[in-house]
């Protein structure tokens, strides 16, 4: 650096051995690397991060998106591989609860996917009593935390705690009938177009059954009282 002249000017560079002073071992013998024997070891080397991502994408059918959260962190991608054969069905299922509850609860606690008590298999049983509406979506979300605090299983809670979805017509009948009764205001408002509060009710009567209602049939009781 001359400082007069405000000028950084390169002199010398260190290109070689002589240059580093560096000093062959001599009692060390080379050693010739053939292709086959770097095959084989590569070949026992684990799938890594950016295989593993483009495997998810073409065997699952994961947006790439997806593809990259999941494979992340090791064993979030071995959880991930697990629940889905346990569960059997559709693999981005899987993925969308594991991305937005399974993680979220991972990250609030500190712990990592094989740390938690929320097994594979329990998340398959969650996503399997959901399909067959044995529990509602939000009733399932709410059985991770539980899982984890726990340790039991999604079925054992659902039957010791009362969880299981209310599909009987009659009961969730009679509470939308209630609901119009008490809201005789929005009734008329329904009536007169404001067909859009048909969510509003519908969130009366899963509130009013603690979210064990069938969402759907709860939608369609209540949209026949009201247009009856």
Known sequence: WDDAKKRLTGMRSKETDADYRYFREPDLLPIYLDEAWKQRILASFPELPLQRRQRFIAEYQLPEYDAEVLTSERSLSEYFESAVKAYGGD?????????????????DRGISAEQ???????LAEILKMVDARTINLNTGKKLITKVEETGKSPADLVKEEGLGQVSDDSEIRKACAEIMVANPGEVESYKAGKE??????????????????????ARAIMEELLKS
């Open 116 to 122: 938690t008590r929320l097994q594979p298999a329990f």
């Open 91 to 107: 693999p981005k299922k899987v993925s969308n609860i594991l991305m937005n509850d399974v993680l979220r609860m991972l990250n």
């Open 196 to 217: 859009s509060l048909i969510g509003w009710f519908v969130g009366q009567v899963m509130r009013s059954m603690r979210g064990k209602a069938d969402p759907q049939l």
